[in-house]
């Protein structure tokens, strides 16, 4: 079994700071995780992956995501928020085998200017 | 690629009436996800195909709601009747996964919102 719980449904960080959502798993196996960014009126897009190559993941618009498994977390940050960050982000655990990913409920991202 | 593609991207109808939401999925992808977005629930997932098989339906909240996935290039969500209650954004996601081989990510579409009055 596996499942994902983000800490905190909605933050909010001025423009220019420190931007981190955390997210915990829970899985038998030695999981594959993702973060997922909605934007509004749009499907989930793909922020990075972790797929055991690398415990420090690289994303897409300046996003990075550290693989800890004795804390069992993979928390997002970016290091200076930006406006256009404003959004909804997703944690997401997948098995290893041909399965189906099991989403966190999401964490609302507000950057006030 | 075009991506995932869904239609209607809305629709709106009275309650009782049938819905009937369609999904394109990923050319060469073999597994293809229904999802279902409240601001009460969040993302819930409705039910899973793998090769056109559904694997996992229990996420399906009851009987009005079916799935069908005839062949890899097409899957449809159909509500019957409708209620008010289903008012929500559907997406269609699909994925490449491999046995024995790590899923990779899902590509979502860019949903359909319903609205059932």
């Known amino acids: 079994a596996q499942s994902v719980t983000q800490l905190g449904s909605h933050v909010s960080v001025s423009e220019g700071a420190l931007v981190l959502l955390r997210c915990n798993y829970s899985s038998s196996v030695p999981p594959y995780l993702f973060w997922y960014v909605q934007y509004p009126n749009q499907g989930l897009q793909l922020l990075l992956k972790?797929?055991?190559?690398?415990?420090l993941v690289k994303g897409i618009n300046g996003f990075e995501a550290e693989f800890k498994k004795s804390e069992t977390s993979f928390h997002l940050t970016k290091p200076s928020a930006h406006m256009s960050d404003a959004a909804e982000y997703f944690c997401?655990?997948?098995?290893?085998?041909?399965?189906?990913?099991?989403f966190g409920d999401g964490t609302t991202l507000t950057v006030k200017p | 690629d075009a991506g995932v593609i869904q239609s209607p991207r809305h629709e709106v109808t009275e309650m009782g009436q049938e819905v009937t939401l369609r999904c394109k999925p990923i050319s060469g992808h073999n597994s293809l996800f229904w999802y279902r977005q409240t601001m009460m629930r969040g993302l819930e997932l409705l039910i899973y195909?793998?090769?056109?098989?559904?694997?996992?339906d229990s996420g399906m909240p009851e009987d009005r709601f079916s799935a069908k996935m005839p062949n890899a290039s097409f899957s449809t969500l159909k509500i019957q009747p409708s209620e008010p209650r289903d008012s929500a954004v559907y997406f269609c996601?699909?994925?490449?996964?491999?046995?024995?081989?790590?899923?990779?990510?899902?590509?979502f579409g860019q949903g359909t919102r319903l609205t059932v009055v």
């Open positions: 195909f793998n090769n056109n098989v559904p694997i996992d």
């Open positions: 997401a655990v997948s098995p290893l085998e041909a399965g189906k990913s099991t």
């Open positions: 996601a699909s994925s490449l996964a491999l046995v024995s081989q790590a899923n990779t990510e899902a590509f």
């Open positions: 972790y797929t055991s190559a690398a415990t």
